[in-house]
Structures are given as C-alpha cells and as structure tokens.
C-alpha cells in the first residue's frame, strides 16, 4: 500500500502562483510514476501532469504546458506541483496519485493509489 496526501492548495489571484506537494509513504519502493489530476465541480477528472520516479520523464496536459512544472525529491518521497500563471479555469480540486508503471500516463484508470485532494482556487 501507498499513501498519499497533498498540501498547498488555496486562494490565489489570476496570474499568482502556488506549489501543490504530495507525500508519500508506505510501500513508495515500489511506485514509479505519479501523477497530478484535477476535478472541477460538474466536470470529470482530468490529467494534469505526470512524473517517471526514477527517470523523470515528465509528461503534461496541454492546457498546463508553460505553466505548470512538476518535480520530485526521491530522498522525501514527495512530488510537487509549481503552477504558475494561474487562471479561473484552473480552479478545481488537485489530486496526487501512484502508478505501479514506469512511464508517465494520462489515463487515471492508469493509477493504483491516490490522494483525498487539496483546493485551488484562482479568482479573477
């Protein structure tokens, strides 16, 4: 099992930045590639950018790309989430989630273990 839980959601401004955090813990040995999803009330969940554990191969939704970076620091289990740039369509509830795979991938059915979420909200 892996576990996961985000931090560093708020209020922000159009144009302002944030860095989401995911830490993980468990069995996080065995986790390869973790990703960011995002929810926003009335519309399904959508990939937002992914990580390879291992190689860092990095991967991006389009909407996000020039915006948005995603790392992660191995020696703390944690992955983050730097937007910048932000905009109102960007609001939405952000999760972290683990994949047993290797590579990044947008599919969430993709994900074994995910996290409650965390708020971001961009006013305009």
């Known amino acids: 099992q892996v576990q996961l839980v985000e931090s560093g959601g708020g209020l922000v401004q159009a144009g302002g930045s944030l860095r989401l955090s995911c830490a993980a813990s468990g069995r996080t040995s065995s986790t390869y590639t973790m990703g960011w999803f995002r929810q926003a009330p009335g519309k399904e969940r959508e990939f937002v950018a992914a990580i390879s554990w291992v190689i860092g191969i990095s991967d991006y939704a389009d909407s996000v790309k020039g915006r948005f970076t995603i790392s992660r620091d191995t020696a703390k289990n944690t992955v983050y989430l730097q937007m910048n740039s932000l905009k109102p369509e960007d609001t939405a509830v952000y999760s972290c989630?683990?994949?047993?795979?290797?590579?990044?991938?947008?599919?969430?059915?993709?994900?074994?273990?995910w996290g409650q979420g965390t708020q971001v909200t961009v006013s305009s």
């Open positions: 989630a683990a994949s047993l795979g290797r590579l990044p991938k947008r599919e969430s059915k993709g994900y074994d273990y």
